[in-house]
């Protein structure tokens, strides 16, 4: 069942999503050579302690931290560690959650660590481009579709591929609702798009195969030819006056 939210309930989520854009800001401050993903961990997690709010991931069928922090061949669910150290080059999927008042925000920024290769950064601004394509067709009467088609033709386009086993969302008092929201498709295809739908749109664009799996942590999941992934998510609500998105800020 698809739960159309009503202008103040966007307004709850767009509170919690503001928290989750303040965590993320966290992190960039802090994020470089040398530090351990579980600092980073630490440091989204107080972020949205201090503001009331509670971290959407930890415990989340068992998920043990705030952040997700997956690193190059990464592609999501990276475990924070403290014996993870962050080097120089490194591309960091960082994706969090936070709850306020039971409602949840979601989002996710791929950032570099220090000097990358120029393939790492034209990956990561590819993938961001795929979101902000996405988000531009989000509006009432538009196809779910649409969506996944936007991302899958600018990522394809430029030589790259799409992860096709995970994919997006809709967000509200709990953290996965209906619809999922695939990052491919057909245009003109899917459901409708209806006003108050709020989705988490979250592009995983892989520098090499789409293919991935699950390392034996049960969680951190790779590409399966070990080349780089980025990752970009925000939350956002479809309107009558266009998309908004919930959890941006300073990036």
């Known amino acids: 069942m698809i739960h159309l939210k009503s202008r103040d309930e966007i307004e709850l989520l767009f509170e919690a999503g503001q928290i989750v854009a303040a965590a993320h800001e966290a992190i960039e401050n802090i994020l470089e050579p040398g530090i351990s993903t579980k600092e980073l961990d630490a440091a989204a997690e107080k972020v949205i302690r201090a503001r009331k709010a509670k971290p959407a991931f930890l415990g989340y069928h068992g998920y043990p931290a705030t952040l997700c922090a ?3 061949e990464e592609v999501v669910h990276g475990i924070p560690s403290p014996k993870r150290i962050v080097k120089d080059g490194d591309l960091i999927g960082c994706d969090l959650g936070a709850i306020l008042n039971g409602w949840i925000g979601d989002a996710a ?26 988000i531009d067709v989000m509006v009432p009467g538009n196809r779910l579709g649409d969506i996944g088609y936007a991302v899958q033709t600018h990522a394809e386009k430029n030589g790259f591929s799409v992860v096709r ?17 695939p990052n491919y498709g057909r245009k003109n295809k899917g459901i409708r798009l209806q006003e108050g739908m709020v989705l988490a749109v979250e592009p995983m664009i892989n520098e090499g195969v789409h293919d991935v799996k699950v390392l034996d942590d049960g969680w951190t999941v790779i590409t399966a030819d070990k080349k780089l992934s980025a990752h970009w998510e925000h939350t956002i609500a479809i309107t009558a006056d266009g998309p908004r998105i919930l959890t941006g800020s300073g990036e």
């Open 70 to 72: 997956s690193i190059n």
């Open 109 to 134: 920024r791929t950032h570099i660590a220090g000097k990358a290769s120029k393939n790492a950064e034209r990956l990561s601004r590819i993938t961001k481009e795929c979101l902000y394509k996405a």
């Open 165 to 181: 086993e995970y994919v997006g969302h809709a967000v509200g008092r709990e953290l996965h609702e209906d619809p999922q929201v």
